[in-house]
């Protein structure tokens, strides 16, 4: 069975970086999507990016469009989320999974569509 471990979180000024790692265990994932997502309290979790298998290519919410890119290591079965330009509106809770998909078909947005999810980690951007 998969398991994902999440790193990275933390407390950051506007303006500043962090970079989310995201690593599967218990079999390989390149060949399925990856996404991530956020979640403030009484909202929906939402999409940020997700990348298909063997990193074929790349889906951003506009929301983070140009500041959040996603890559993969497949030899380290990690994902990972590089957070730049961060606002106070970035801060919620944040989760990486996986796709029960291999390609980026419009599927890849919504939540219900990944299974196993990681542990969700808090960042809180400071202003």
């Known amino acids: 069975q998969v398991q994902l471990v999440e790193s990275g979180g933390g407390v950051v000024q506007a303006g500043g970086s962090l970079r989310r790692s995201c690593v599967a265990s218990?079999?390989?994932?390149?060949?399925?999507?990856t996404g991530w997502f956020r979640q403030t309290p009484g909202k929906e979790r939402e999409f940020l990016a997700a990348?298909?298998?063997?990193?074929?290519?790349?889906s951003y919410a506009d929301s983070v469009k140009g500041r959040f890119p996603i890559s993969r290591d497949s030899a380290k079965n990690t994902v990972f989320l590089q957070m730049n330009s961060l606002k106070p509106e970035d801060t919620a809770v944040y989760y990486c999974?996986?796709?029960?998909?291999?390609?980026?078909?419009?599927?890849?947005?919504?939540?219900?569509?990944?299974?196993?999810w990681g542990q969700g980690t808090q960042v809180t951007v400071s202003s």
């Open positions: 999974a996986v796709g029960k998909f291999a390609s980026l078909d419009g599927t890849h947005y919504s939540p219900e569509h990944y299974s196993p």
């Open positions: 218990g079999r390989a994932c390149s060949n399925y999507a």
């Open positions: 990348i298909g298998w063997g990193a074929s290519r790349t």
